[in-house]
């Protein structure tokens, strides 16, 4: 069975604050993603990675960076969070060309 | 542009009362097209992959089905444990083989007992 696991179910953090979101991928897979859903807005792709150290800005990158320092582990930062960056971040992987498969997802609270 | 519209945004069934989810794409080259299932809280969960027209799939009380411009997620006797919020996407052919997907807005499916 894949396994897309995400560091923390819930966050509460306040503005300002460094945020750091983890996801690990136990299929070996090349590619991850960072999304965050809002009602009304739908899944929104903020960054992906394609290999160890690479990554391609998504259609909403502003606030946030990435790395992947391991082929198995995606992060998500938030240099200095905002009370905007609230919502629900998911995180995917998927081998080349193939099947996206999401982890159980962060509800991320800024105050 | 990949574009993806999903309707309707709300269905309501009754226990047992058979009916079908659609999702319209336009997309300059089809590579696939996947169907979710999400729970509220929770991530999407992967059920189906649809790469040709004419293409079917089926699991449990769900059959997914696909032509060149739309595809179909039919239920058939759903229960209530089948609501959901049921999210289509499609990955372009073109471009890179990263895999982007352009995911519509969802169908929120509520079945009472």
């Known amino acids: 069975d894949v396994k897309v696991t995400q560091s923390s179910r819930y966050l509460v953090k306040r503005t300002g604050e460094k945020v750091f979101l983890e996801c690990v991928q136990d299929?070996?897979?090349?590619?991850m993603f960072w999304y965050r859903q809002d009602p009304g807005l739908g899944l929104r792709l903020i960054y992906f990675s394609y290999d160890v150290k690479m990554k391609e800005k998504g259609d909403i990158p502003e606030g946030y960076s990435v790395s992947r320092e391991k082929k198995e582990r995606f992060s998500l930062i938030l240099e200095s969070a905002s009370t905007n960056q609230t919502s629900m971040y998911l995180c995917?992987?998927?081998?080349?060309?193939?099947?996206?498969?999401f982890g159980p997802g962060t509800r991320l609270t800024v105050l | 542009e990949d574009q993806v519209t999903q309707s309707p945004e709300a269905l309501r069934l009754q226990e047992g009362e058979s009916s079908s989810l659609n999702c319209s794409y336009t997309?300059?080259?089809?590579?696939?097209l996947f169907w979710y299932r999400q729970d509220p809280g929770k991530g999407p969960e992967f059920l189906f992959t649809?790469?040709?027209a004419g293409e079917e799939k089926e699991k449990e009380r769900l059959k997914a089905t696909l032509t060149k411009k739309e595809s179909f997620l039919h239920i058939t006797a759903p229960k209530p444990e089948d609501s959901a919020t049921y999210l289509c996407a499609v990955l372009n052919a073109g471009g890179t083989s990263y895999g982007k997907l352009t995911f519509g807005q969802g169908t929120i499916l509520t079945v009472h007992p």
């Open positions: 995917a992987s998927s081998s080349t060309g193939n099947t996206q498969y």
């Open positions: 997309v300059s080259g089809l590579r696939g």
């Open positions: 649809l790469y040709s």
């Open positions: 299929m070996d897979h090349e590619n």
